[in-house]
């Protein structure tokens, strides 16, 4: 691995911030030059994103890219990033979503345009850290960080009432985020002994799977357990809780979704569009990186629960949509109930659940956002969230059309379009997994309802005769708009006719998920040996750190 490759992610996440200092010295009244620079700077970060995903070998160590050096070495943290096929391809996605967002607020936003755009490059930094930090304190470091600059865009450039989404927003995931920090510092004195602790990820992981496998194997004598095996039956239920409670307010999962609507609709586009592309997108992959892995035996107690809420979410986005007149809370709703399919596959614990679930995140960051991207430049020509003002505008915008349905299509997995993809694979692998039959049954009434009340939103917003004069003045997407849209409907056809390039650097991270998650399921056979985690090792004072060593066990022969 070349020096360049070993800092190509540390260039793709700080990037960003080298812009920000640039912003800072602009007036702020150069507002074209504000859109310019940061458009600029996203358009970089784009091109080094695409350039790691490429660098990525999917046959090759399970964390890639790594870059390691000390930080605070008494407390056992030390600065570590790497990725993995499934992080590799979220980074790729924020890093595709940021000129997007650009570009849809160059008319949207009229005030404070140096500070949004500030806002949006420290925010692209924040999420694309929590992306790829190997090192769990890091990693809260970077979740934490993600709250401030989204909170500004919701408070600051949202609509009639933003303050009141903000601080809603704000105060559900800071109140998850303190009870997973708590966790957090449980698992750094339960996973290690006094001068071997560390808030390595890989360190925690691996100190944990033989208490996780005991706990698997232990039947009615779990009580008898000492040892770190005995502190995990006691404790691992309510640090489980701590992190599962953390992400499930940022996917959102019902019943903890109810930030959800008011902040998607009040936030201003290019808010909305990163909450539902990028930052929903991180709470189900700390379900799969850390609370999962970590305490999969107090998972196996509570999976069921956990399939049921999401088979809820499912159902109820999908009904509260069929209930919804506002254009943006319908768009809303959905995705709680798309999320929903994220994490059943999650839950489900088979090969195929588990890709459709990554695959489906992707996705879901594709088609919501553009949904959210499409019908913000429809409210900036009519100041209108209602359905009951529009009727009939194909007639008068054909292009914008054209690709609301495209978007719409991909929305409802449509075969040939990319979400079908990751449908289709998470419903298979409920199905196949020890769940129970309800639980895809459940999961395909929400297909059927997604389809119902996208069209039908559809047909009343866009078929029929005219219903408003004002309608008749609309004007069609022009050219920005047509640049900032159909990057959205390529990866939609390409996505959907195309998944295997996509799902071949997914696939080995998902295997690798799967047996892990497995390892505290009741009678388990698979031995921590079989899933351990090599990683880069710690530098000594003055020297590069080591390359990791090749796993051991059958995960080694499926790289």
Avoid at 118 to 125: H, M, S
Avoid at 300 to 305: F, K, W
Avoid at 308 to 319: D, N, P, R, S
Wanted: aromatic letters at 12%.
């Amino acid at each position: 691995m070349s020096l360049f490759d070993t800092h190509l992610l540390n260039i793709v996440v700080y990037l960003p911030l080298l812009f920000v200092a640039l912003l800072c010295l602009l007036p702020a009244g150069e507002r074209g030059q504000v859109r310019a620079v940061t458009l600029i700077g996203m358009l970089v970060d784009l091109a080094l994103g695409v350039w790691a995903y490429l660098r990525f070998e999917p046959a090759g160590p399970e964390f890639q890219l790594e870059h390691r050096v000390r930080w605070l070495e008494q407390l056992g943290v030390s600065y570590h990033v790497g990725v993995d096929g499934l992080s590799i391809s979220l980074v790729l996605l924020t890093v595709f979503i940021g000129p997007l967002v650009v570009l849809a607020s160059r008319t949207a936003i009229t005030e404070r345009v140096k500070e949004f755009h500030i806002a949006l490059l420290l925010l692209q930094v924040a999420m694309m850290g929590a992306l790829v930090s190997l090192d769990v304190l890091l990693f809260y470091v970077f979740w934490e960080a993600m709250l401030i600059p989204m909170y500004l865009l919701v408070g600051v450039w949202g609509g009639e009432d933003r303050q009141a989404a903000a601080v809603k927003f704000f105060l559900y995931t800071l109140a998850g985020s303190l009870l997973m920090l708590v966790a957090i510092v449980a698992l750094y004195f339960i996973s290690g002994t006094a001068g071997t602790r560390s808030f390595d990820y890989a360190a925690i992981y691996n100190s944990l799977a033989e208490a996780n496998r005991q706990l698997a194997t232990c039947g009615e004598d779990c009580g008898r357990l000492t040892g770190m095996a005995g502190a995990l039956y006691r404790w691992g239920p309510w640090m489980f809780a701590a992190f599962a409670l953390a992400f499930a307010i940022k996917v959102p999962m019902w019943p903890l979704h109810t930030w959800l609507p008011d902040a998607y609709v009040q936030a201003p586009t290019g808010g909305t569009v990163l909450l539902s592309a990028v930052m929903a997108k991180i709470g189900v992959y700390g379900f799969w990186r850390y609370a999962i892995p970590f305490f999969s035996a107090a998972m196996h107690q509570v999976r069921p629960v956990l399939a049921a809420l999401a088979v809820v979410g499912i159902v109820y986005g999908a009904l509260m949509c069929l209930a919804q007149r506002d254009i943006k809370k319908l768009i809303a709703y959905s995705s709680v109930s798309h999320l929903g399919y994220c994490m059943l596959g999650l839950v489900a614990l088979t090969s195929e659940g588990a890709s459709g679930s990554a695959y489906q995140m992707l996705n879901h960051g594709v088609a919501t956002g553009a949904l959210f991207l499409l019908f913000g430049l429809l409210h900036e020509r009519r100041q209108t969230r209602l359905m009951s003002d529009y009727g009939g505008i194909a007639k008068v915008v054909p292009v914008y059309t054209a690709a609301f349905l495209i978007m719409t299509f991909s929305s409802v997995a449509v075969p040939g379009t990319n979400s079908f993809v990751g449908e289709f694979l998470v419903l298979l692998g409920t199905f196949k997994s020890n769940l129970g039959l309800g639980f895809g049954v459940f999961a395909t009434l929400g297909v059927i309802l997604g389809a119902a009340y996208m069209l039908w939103m559809v047909q009343k917003v866009f078929f029929g005769p005219l219903t408003h004069r004002d309608n008749q003045n609309l004007t069609d997407l022009n050219a920005r708009e047509l640049v900032t849209v159909l990057p959205f409907v390529v990866l939609v056809v390409v996505m959907g006719l195309k998944p295997q390039p996509f799902l071949d650097r997914i696939n080995p991270a998902t295997e690798r998920f799967v047996s892990r998650a497995s390892l505290g399921a009741p009678g388990s056979q698979i031995q921590p040996a079989d899933v351990r985690i090599n990683v880069m090792g710690l530098p000594s004072s003055g020297e590069a750190a080591a390359p990791h060593a090749q796993p051991a066990g059958p995960l080694a022969d499926r790289r």
